[in-house]
């Protein structure tokens, strides 16, 4: 919640220092820099050392950039600095978030498989994604609330309270196993993730569609163009639409936790790629702050079914002595879909206009589901 929170934040208070689409799209290449050139190293660390540990200090970490955002964001430090020196500011700090994310990311998912049975997985999969978006849906509806009634400095405070909080029962985890087993090399160990998902094709698959499906379709990113200059609903409206999506993955994670897919999983997540392009196009044309909210949250719902999916295949794929380097090339796939797809989202913003640049993306995203669907026939006929 406090790093949803934190999101959600950053991106009305960067919007509002330089109202600029292609501002808010640096703040994705700011972290996702950082996040995919240590990668790699970072899956090779995680299955080194004990996770437990390392995610503690991880969650120190970020509780320090909170306590920078605070400052930043303090009414006498604004005075003194011009709109675009602090915004700079904040994609300095943001780009050390992106480092520490590299790290937490994937510890956080190879620590599932030591905490359930194996047998459990799929179950276990299902109920960590329904977790993170019950708290993304929270983090970002709150965040525009607290926007809106204490504004962005006091509202740090409170995430600086949800983090401790996380802290101190993340610390009552007992220490995980390390598995891990001696290559020749560091450079060899850094590699064997990268190679073993290359080598499997279908969560190779699974991952590339997710990157350019997130990549062209990310029409979050633009969220606080589309509520303060489009729909004028202000930071509680703009609050809603940035969970809107989240909402919508969280009802269709439940429904398939209650009721898991039988069988045609591949072609089904290709379906639902499709319809999400669909919806991302519906959202752009909206002028109604209630369509948007739909499209947004039915775009969600499709994108959540990919989700348990991906995930699925991830923990049922993946060896437990693989799983840091493993999770760590998921996490590269993830931040250069989300984040990278943020910039492209700016960029396109600039070029384009704000309403085209997300029927583009949407389009995109459609495009290219269609040629995963001819191209990539075992993933469309992947089952488990």
């Not at 120190?60 to 964001?73: E, K």
């Not at 849906?137 to 401790?164: E, Q, R």
């Not at 007992?174 to 073993?196: C, D, N, Q, R």
């Amino acid at each position: 919640m406090g790093l949803r929170m934190t999101g959600t934040v950053i991106a009305w208070w960067v919007y509002l220092l330089t109202n600029s689409p292609l501002a808010l799209g640096i703040v994705g290449l700011s972290e996702v820099i950082p996040a995919v050139s240590l990668a790699l190293y970072a899956g090779h660390y995680i299955d080194r050392h004990e996770k437990r540990k390392l995610l503690l200090n991880c969650i120190i970490l970020y509780l320090s950039c909170i306590v920078l955002f605070l400052i930043l964001s303090d009414q006498h430090i604004q005075s003194k600095l011009n709109p675009w020196h602090i915004a700079l500011l904040i994609y300095g700090v943001i780009a050390f978030t992106g480092g520490i994310r590299a790290f937490s990311g994937p510890t956080f998912g190879s620590m599932i498989a030591q905490i359930v049975p194996k047998k459990m997985l799929p179950a276990a999969a299902s109920i960590s994604s329904a977790t993170w978006l019950i708290s993304s849906i929270i983090g970002h509806a709150l965040g525009g609330f607290l926007i809106a009634f204490i504004g962005i400095h006091n509202t740090f405070f409170v995430i600086l309270v949800f983090i401790l909080i996380g802290f101190y029962y993340l610390s009552k985890l007992s220490a995980k196993s390390v598995f891990y087993a001696v290559s020749s090399t560091t450079w060899e160990s850094i590699m064997e993730g990268f190679k073993y998902v290359f080598k499997t094709k279908i969560l190779l698959g699974a991952l590339t569609l997710d990157l350019f499906a997130v990549l062209f379709g990310g029409a979050v990113a633009m969220v606080p163009v589309f509520a303060k200059d489009i729909l004028h609903c202000g930071p509680i409206g703009f609050g809603w639409l940035n969970a809107a999506s989240d909402i919508g993955s969280i009802t269709t994670v439940t429904a398939l936790t209650i009721f898991p897919l039988k069988g045609k999983q591949g072609k089904t997540m290709l379906l639902t790629v499709i319809g999400f392009g669909c919806f991302i196009i519906l959202f752009a044309v909206s002028k109604l702050f209630w369509l948007s909210f739909l499209a947004l949250m039915i775009s969600g719902s499709m994108d959540g079914v990919s989700m348990v999916i991906r995930g699925t295949i991830l923990q049922l794929k993946t060896p437990d002595e693989l799983r840091g380097r493993v999770m760590a090339v998921n996490s590269m796939f993830i931040n250069s879909s989300n984040e990278l797809g943020q910039f492209e989202s700016g960029i396109a913003a600039k070029i384009l206009g704000i309403v085209p640049s997300v029927i583009f993306g949407g389009c995109m995203t459609i495009a290219v589901t269609i040629i995963t669907w001819f191209k990539a026939p075992t993933l469309r006929k992947m089952e488990y």
